[in-house]
């Protein structure tokens, strides 16, 4: 399992690289720069998670999502931005953790305050914040709580965690 985590955080680096120089992304968004890397990786199945590119072009304002699998580059999907704010730029040549070392502080996090819970799903976003990387993680657990992390890719640390049980998710959509 170990390994499969180790390949993927290689691939976030390559992969991104044979997107920005592919045809695909050149011909459609060239300006483009890229916001966030995003990960869905569920337990047990780690092999089959691929990371997702979302790049931003200000001069149309939009996002685009490209995802590479069997060597292709995808167009996972474009849209228009939803915050009123312009997105920050990562710099994934400035990224410290690597996803092994971040399941590593959230194996650790679980052991400390959440030792009787089992992992069902890991979620990651690499963004930026502040112009710095940011690791937000959703956890979802088999017990239905759901766990949202940040970590700073500056000094490891969580700089911000919440547990929220499926009631309370359900009674804040009402």
Request: aromatic share 10%; glycine share 4%; net charge negative.
């Amino acid at each position: 399992m170990k390994e499969a985590w180790l390949q993927n955080c290689k691939m976030l680096k390559q992969d991104y690289e044979k997107i920005i120089h592919s045809e695909e992304f050149n011909k459609i968004f060239s300006g483009s720069f890229l916001i966030s890397c995003f990960l869905n990786k569920a337990v047990g199945y780690e092999e089959n998670s691929l990371w997702e590119y979302n790049f931003y072009s200000g001069e149309a304002k939009k996002t685009s999502s490209f995802f590479v699998k069997d060597e292709k580059v995808l167009l996972r999907d474009a849209g228009e931005l939803t915050s009123s704010n312009d997105p920050e730029e990562v710099i994934l040549d400035n990224l410290n953790l690597r996803e092994h070392q971040v399941m590593s502080i959230i194996n650790d996090f679980l052991k400390n305050g959440h030792k009787n819970e089992k992992l069902s799903k890991a979620i990651m976003v690499v963004e930026s914040e502040n112009h710095k990387i940011i690791w937000s993680i959703v956890l979802m657990l088999e017990s239905s709580k759901m766990i949202s992390l940040k970590i700073s890719d500056e000094n490891f640390n969580i700089v911000k965690s919440k547990v929220i049980s499926l009631n309370e998710m359900v009674a804040g959509v009402k």
